[in-house]
């Protein structure tokens, strides 16, 4: 369940690469609990806002608060504190292809917790259940994996140290309908289990019908509106229009007007 607390709060931030302004004046607030979208058109600069967020990219200007720490401000000591908190899946998975899933799902706990062998084990196979992944695919190496099965170890990776926060890159991308709409569910079950707040940059229309509490769409370097996706889909604006009105919106949102969303809308 959403809360009033803030887990990030973005503020005046803007972001140059030369003369190529990405960012003017993004101002957005996440609260625990909750699972947003960003959004928007190619190169509007969403994926550049994520790694803002996960310490990656440095913007020109503004602030950037997760757990009310600026992290544009914080000591490397800090950040890797903050970090430690959150998950992230990629939208390659970033699994090694020379560790098994196992071993991938483990590496976290290797590197930051001093828990014994066995220990690690045991937490990496709980995770690796938890995503959905039967116990046998364990031994097995990324290459092995479908694509499907792939993205599932990647989250139970992201979700290994028990964070606060994930944040999904296109985590439908390349998939079948059938076996994206079994991700979504997925992400939705660790949400109500685990208690995270998810922050997710997508293009996929049904995961932003099924998985959201809210949605921000990027456009012209700001946030040009945060809402539901009920709400925002009837934003006039006319990038936010261009957007959802396509045959593949219209599909989506049929699709989902019989209650078949997060929210019943």
């Not at 800090?78 to 098994?100: D, T």
């Amino acid at each position: 369940m959403t809360s009033t607390e803030t887990i990030i709060e973005i503020k005046n931030l803007s972001t140059e690469f030369g003369n190529t302004q990405v960012h003017k004046d993004i101002n957005l607030s996440i609260k625990r609990g909750e699972v947003i979208a960003i959004v928007g058109g190619s190169g509007c600069g969403k994926t550049t806002l994520l790694r803002e967020m996960l310490g990656l990219t440095q913007p020109t200007s503004g602030s950037i608060k997760i757990f009310d720490q600026d992290i544009l401000l914080a000591s490397p000591e800090i950040l890797l504190k903050i970090q430690r908190r959150f998950g992230v899946l990629f939208q390659e998975n970033a699994l090694f292809s020379s560790l098994n899933l196992l071993e991938n799902v483990a590496f976290p706990l290797h590197e930051h917790t001093r828990l014994d062998k066995n220990m690690i084990q045991e937490l990496a196979l709980l995770k690796i259940l938890m995503a959905g992944l039967p116990s046998s695919a364990a031994v097995k190496y990324p290459a092995m994996l479908s694509g499907g099965m792939q993205k599932r170890a990647g989250l139970a990776r992201a979700i290994v140290l028990d964070p606060e926060l994930i944040f999904l890159d296109e985590p439908t991308a390349g998939l079948d309908p059938n076996t994206a709409s079994g991700l979504d569910e997925l992400v939705l079950n660790l949400q109500a289990t685990m208690g995270l707040t998810i922050v997710i940059i997508t293009h996929d229309l049904d995961t932003l019908w099924t998985v959201t509490d809210r949605v921000a769409f990027i456009g012209e370097g700001v946030i040009l509106d945060v809402a539901p996706l009920a709400e925002l889909v009837k934003n006039p604006h006319p990038l936010i229009k261009e957007f959802f009105s396509g045959s593949r919106g219209r599909t989506a949102e049929a699709s989902h007007s019989k209650g078949k969303d997060k929210h019943g809308n």
